[in-house]
């Protein structure tokens, strides 16, 4: 393969990759604002020991949310991934 083919299948591949990073984006935001939120919550609950239990439980809901909205763009991406598999002559 010369110099210009893999420099040119090299881009294929990079823009195959970017695609697959950019999707589900705000997705992957959301449950990053939902996880650091629910943290927010419960972090103070370990120096106040009177802290409001119902911020601490919103704030372990809201980190399992968090962790629910991580688990359903890893399903989707890889559900993309499958039914679009790198093709170099595309």
Known sequence: MSDTGEAEL???RIAY??????LY???????????LGGFALV???WWA??????????????IMLGWVAYIY?????????RANPFDPKA
């Open 10 to 12: 090299n881009a294929k």
């Open 17 to 22: 990759i970017d695609t697959l990073r950019g």
């Open 25 to 35: 984006r705000r997705e992957r935001l959301a449950g990053l604002f939902l996880i």
């Open 43 to 45: 972090a103070p609950s």
């Open 49 to 62: 020991p009177d802290w409001s239990h119902l911020a601490i439980q919103v704030g372990y809901g809201l």
């Open 73 to 81: 763009v890893i399903w989707r991406r890889t559900a993309w991934r």
